[in-house]
C-alpha cells in the first residue's frame, strides 16, 4: 500500500511565523503535491514538484515555498503566516510511470491555524 | 484555466441511489476520477474512467462519462451510511502532471 504521511496533523502557529509542513511518501513517486482544502473551495493547488529540486508553481502559490531535496520529501513552507492561511493543508503524491493514470495518493492532512 | 464544477450538498435515504455529478471544461482531459474524503481523513482515489470510456461498474459504483457535453457522473447503488462523506470529482489534462479538482460534494446518508 501507498503510504503518503504528513508531519503533523494538527499545528497552531502565531501571525510572522515561519510554518514547515514535511511530507513523506514511501513508493518512489516521482510527482508531489501541495493543496490547501478550504470550505466551498475543494482543493487548491499550490505547488508541485516533478523531480527531486524541480518545482512548479500552481494556482495559488503567493506567500508559499516549497522544496524537494530527496525524493521521498517535499516540504511546504510558509515564510510568514498570515490568518489567510489557516486551512487544511494535503500532500498527495503520484507516479509518472505509463500505465499507472497518475492517480494522487493523499496524506491525513494538516490543519493548520494562525492567531 | 481548468475548471471542474459539482453540487456541494446531497441528501439520500439508506438503501437508495445515490447520483453525484460533475462537470468539467477541459476537452483535452485524459484521466477523470472520483476521489471520497472522510471526515478528517486525506481522499482516496474511489475510481478512474480513462476519457475514450462512456461507463465504467466497479461493484455498487457506476461512472457515466459523456464527452459531448463534458460531464461525468458517479452512481452508488444501495448508499449506506458509511458513504456519507465529501467526493470529489478530478480531471486531468493530457501532457501535465496537475489534476484539478472539483469543490466536492457533501453527501448525508439518512439512515
Known amino acids: 500500500d501507498v503510504k503518503v504521511t504528513q508531519s503533523s496533523r494538527y499545528l497552531v502557529k502565531r501571525t510572522g511565523e515561519k510554518v514547515f509542513l514535511e511530507c513523506v511518501q514511501d513508493?518512489?513517486?516521482?510527482?508531489m503535491f501541495w493543496y490547501r482544502q478550504d470550505p466551498g473551495l475543494g482543493l487548491r493547488l499550490i505547488y508541485f514538484?516533478?523531480?527531486?529540486?524541480?518545482?512548479e508553481k500552481g494556482d495559488i502559490p503567493e506567500g508559499y515555498s516549497v522544496s524537494r531535496e530527496k525524493k521521498e520529501r517535499f516540504s511546504l513552507i510558509l515564510e510568514s503566516a498570515s490568518t489567510n492561511q489557516t486551512s487544511m493543508y494535503l500532500c498527495?503524491?503520484?507516479?509518472?510511470?505509463?500505465?499507472?493514470?497518475?492517480?494522487?495518493?493523499f496524506g491525513p492532512g494538516t490543519r493548520l491555524l494562525v492567531l | 484555466g481548468e475548471d471542474v464544477e459539482q453540487s456541494l450538498f446531497l441528501s439520500v435515504r439508506e438503501g437508495d441511489s445515490s447520483v453525484i455529478n460533475c462537470t468539467y471544461t477541459?476537452?483535452?482531459?485524459?484521466?477523470l476520477y472520483w476521489y471520497k474524503q472522510e471526515p478528517g481523513a486525506g481522499l482516496q482515489l474511489l475510481t478512474y474512467i480513462f476519457s475514450n470510456m462512456d461507463m465504467k461498474q466497479d461493484q455498487r459504483l457506476t461512472v457515466l462519462l459523456n464527452k459531448k457535453d463534458k460531464h461525468l457522473s458517479l452512481r452508488i447503488a444501495d448508499t449506506q451510511t458509511g458513504d456519507s462523506a465529501i467526493y470529489f470529482c478530478?480531471?486531468?489534462?493530457?501532457?501535465?502532471?496537475?489534476?484539478?479538482f472539483g469543490t466536492g460534494t457533501k453527501l448525508q446518508v439518512i439512515p
Open positions: 477541459d476537452s483535452s482531459s485524459t484521466y
Open positions: 513508493m518512489d513517486h516521482e510527482n
Open positions: 478530478a480531471e486531468k489534462a493530457g501532457g501535465y502532471q496537475k489534476v484539478t
Open positions: 514538484s516533478y523531480d527531486v529540486k524541480m518545482k
Open positions: 498527495a503524491s503520484s507516479s509518472a510511470l505509463a500505465g499507472s493514470q497518475e492517480t494522487q495518493y
